[in-house]
């Protein structure tokens, strides 16, 4: 039961261009979302956050937007730049609950910008 | 920004030994730290949570007699691999919360890749 979903497990993009990345969740319990960039054999880099109490947040290139009703966040990559292949996850907390503020993670889009 | 380290970052051992690895948050007191697992071409899974000064709290279907998790400090945690077998070969990753104002926000370390012959 994923209670956060990447449905495209790959995206390829050139260079240049916009990279939009999905992520649905279902637990209508999470308040706050955050993307996280991976590369092969290293930790998740955080990206950027958003709150539920907003809609979009920016960040350089990086824009994130939350649509609360259709428990839908996409992750907007403009322009996309090589250095941005990687592994993005978008990850899921309800702060409401007690204590450890635990993520859910969804499986990863893998994206491939091409020169 | 907020560092994580985690050492090792490779280890090789023999089927039946025990493995340490290290998670240190740098610049920052954490803590909450978390412990991860990663199979290939797979989502983050998390294991523990381990909360400075008390014992770690275990998802469901993580071994705590195997993963044995001690958070003695602010900037340190320690996940113990007990008798490790080839099945526990997998990326095993850590991560902190910065704390007030981040509550969220985890930050992670580089990863320890296990490898149980």
């Known amino acids: 039961d994923q209670q956060v979903k990447q449905n495209s497990p790959s995206l390829s993009v050139q260079e240049g261009r916009i990279s939009i990345l999905n992520c649905d969740y279902t637990n209508s319990m999470f308040d706050y979302f955050l993307w996280y960039k991976k590369y092969p054999a290293e930790g998740p880099t955080f990206l950027i956050s958003?709150?539920?109490?907003?809609d979009k947040n920016e960040d350089g290139r990086f824009t994130v937007f939350l649509n609360k009703s259709a428990k839908h966040l996409s992750l907007h990559i403009v322009p996309s730049q090589p250095g941005d292949s990687a592994v993005y996850f978008c990850?899921?907390?309800?702060?409401?609950?007690?204590?450890?503020?635990?993520?859910?993670f969804g499986k990863g889009t893998k994206l491939s910008v091409i020169p | 920004g907020a560092v994580v380290s985690q050492h090792p970052s490779r280890v090789i051992c023999k089927s039946g030994t025990s493995v340490k690895i290290e998670c240190r948050s740098l610049?920052?007191?954490?803590?909450?730290m978390f412990w991860y697992r990663q199979f290939p071409k797979k989502s983050l899974m998390l294991m523990a949570t381990s909360n400075e000064g008390s014992k770690a709290t275990y998802e469901q279907g993580v071994e705590k007699d195997k993963f044995l998790i001690n958070h003695a400090s602010l900037t340190l945690s320690t996940l113990t691999v007990t008798s490790a077998h080839p099945e526990d070969s997998s990326f095993y990753i850590c991560?902190?919360?910065?704390?007030?104002?981040?509550?969220?926000?985890?930050?992670f370390g580089p990863g320890t890749r296990l490898t149980v012959l």
């Open positions: 991560s902190a919360n910065r704390g007030l104002g981040f509550p969220d926000t985890q930050y």
């Open positions: 990850a899921a907390s309800d702060r409401s609950g007690a204590g450890s503020y635990q993520l859910t």
């Open positions: 610049d920052f007191q954490a803590t909450t």
């Open positions: 958003i709150s539920s109490i907003k």
